[in-house]
Every structure is written in structure tokens, then in C-alpha cells.
């Protein structure tokens, strides 16, 4: 079975700086992917990033990048130049055929 | 476009009411469909699972069901709620099959068991 965690319940950064976001997972498929999505205090889902298991770069979508390790089975969030609106709970999810289950998830609280 | 619409999008009910959340897609055929449930301040669990019409995977023994009467409805139904059964229930969908797409929520229910 799928299995993603995510140790840190809560993190903080202070505006304009860089912060990693951990996620670890666990899978027997050969072939899956990797997402991270924002909730705001709102509680809709926005995706954020993707990193394919094949994929020989670590994906970046502006602000955001993902540090992809597949040996060690890790897919760490890393948002730079943090901003207030950053604020929110972030999750990492894997998704192999048919089925995409998320990690614990980790508020990110930004100060100004 | 595709759009997923999910209601309602708050509601109480008394323990051992029944319940009945609703799910609908457009824009897609063929999708996979997704039940999460959120408790507060904790992270989603996938509930239920659909790869099409009357195939529902369940990931979590409990007082819920699923069930998919059409190809882009997807309904999430109890007969007698708990008070554990409170939380905020997000409804997804994903192309099928594949691993390089994400999911797409819907708005979410915060349902409060009183």
C-alpha cells in the first residue's frame, strides 16, 4: 500500500526567506507521482507542483520547487522568498493509477 | 472546462440522522471520483474511491458508504451519522488512470454532528 508522511506538524519562516517542507513516501509501483497542494485557512485545495517518478530534473512552478530524492524516497516542497500569503497548510500527496492519498499535511505559519 | 461542484457546503445533524453529500463533474468523462475526509487541523483520508459507475473502492471500514450512480456523480451517504463523523469532506476527481495528473477538488462540506 501507498504511504505518505510528513513529520513537521507546523513549521514558521519569517517573510522573505526560503523554507523545505519535508515529505517522505513509500511505494511498491514503479511508476506514481508526486504533488503538493496549499489549503488556505479557506479550505480549497490548490495544486501546487508535480514531479513524475521518471522525471530526471526536480520540477519548479515559480516560488516554488521540489527537491525529488528518489533513492531516498523523498519529495521535499521548498518555497523561497516566502510571503505572508504563504500562510496556509500544505500537503504532499502520491498518486499511482486510480488512486492519490496525502500526507498528515504541515501548517506553515509566515511572520512579518 | 471541467468543474466540479460539491454541496452542501455546511451542515449540522443530529447523531444518528442520515446524510446524503452529493458530488457532480462536467467537462470530463471517465473520471476517477475521490472521498476525503478532513478532521480538524489534521490531514485528508481517503475514504472512497471510483474508477466508474457502480465500482467503489473503500479505504476505511466505518458507517459510510459511497456510491456512483453515473458516470460523473459521485454520493457519499450514511444512515445513522456519529459524532466522530464530523468533518470536512472533500470531493475529487482525476483523469483515470495515470499518474501525471492531480486531482481537483471540489469546494468541501463542513458537516458539525450534534
Not at chain 1, 27 to 40: A, E, I, N, R, V
Not at chain 1, 45 to 69: K, P, V
Request: aromatic letters at 12%.
Amino acid at each position: 500500500a501507498q504511504k505518505i508522511t510528513q513529520t513537521q506538524p507546523g513549521m514558521f519562516v519569517q517573510e522573505k526567506e526560503a523554507v523545505t517542507l519535508d515529505c517522505t513516501y513509500d511505494t511498491s509501483d514503479p511508476s506514481y507521482g508526486l504533488f503538493w497542494y496549499k489549503q488556505p485557512s479557506s479550505g480549497e485545495m490548490i495544486f501546487l507542483i508535480y514531479q513524475g517518478s521518471y522525471d530526471q530534473q526536480n520540477a519548479t512552478e515559480g516560488r516554488y520547487s521540489l527537491n525529488f530524492q528518489k533513492a531516498r524516497k523523498s519529495a521535499n516542497l521548498v518555497i523561497s522568498a516566502s510571503q505572508l500569503g504563504d500562510s496556509a497548510m500544505y500537503f504532499c500527496a502520491m498518486r499511482v493509477p486510480n488512486d492519490m492519498r496525502f500526507g498528515a499535511g504541515t501548517r506553515l505559519t509566515v511572520k512579518p | 472546462s471541467q468543474t466540479i461542484h460539491q454541496w452542501p457546503a455546511t451542515l449540522v445533524q443530529p447523531v444518528g440522522s442520515p446524510l446524503s453529500l452529493e458530488c457532480t463533474v462536467e467537462g470530463t468523462s471517465n473520471p476517477n471520483l475521490y472521498w476525503y475526509r478532513q478532521a480538524a487541523g489534521r490531514g485528508l483520508q481517503l475514504l472512497f474511491y471510483s474508477v466508474g459507475i457502480g465500482q467503489i473502492s473503500s479505504e476505511v471500514p466505518q458507517n459510510l458508504s459511497a456510491s456512483r450512480p453515473q458516470d460523473r456523480q459521485f454520493i457519499l451517504s450514511s444512515k445513522k451519522l456519529l459524532l466522530s463523523d464530523s468533518g470536512f469532506y472533500l470531493c475529487a476527481w482525476s483523469v483515470r488512470g495515470g499518474t501525471n495528473t492531480e486531482a481537483f477538488f471540489g469546494q468541501g462540506t463542513r458537516l458539525t454532528v450534534v
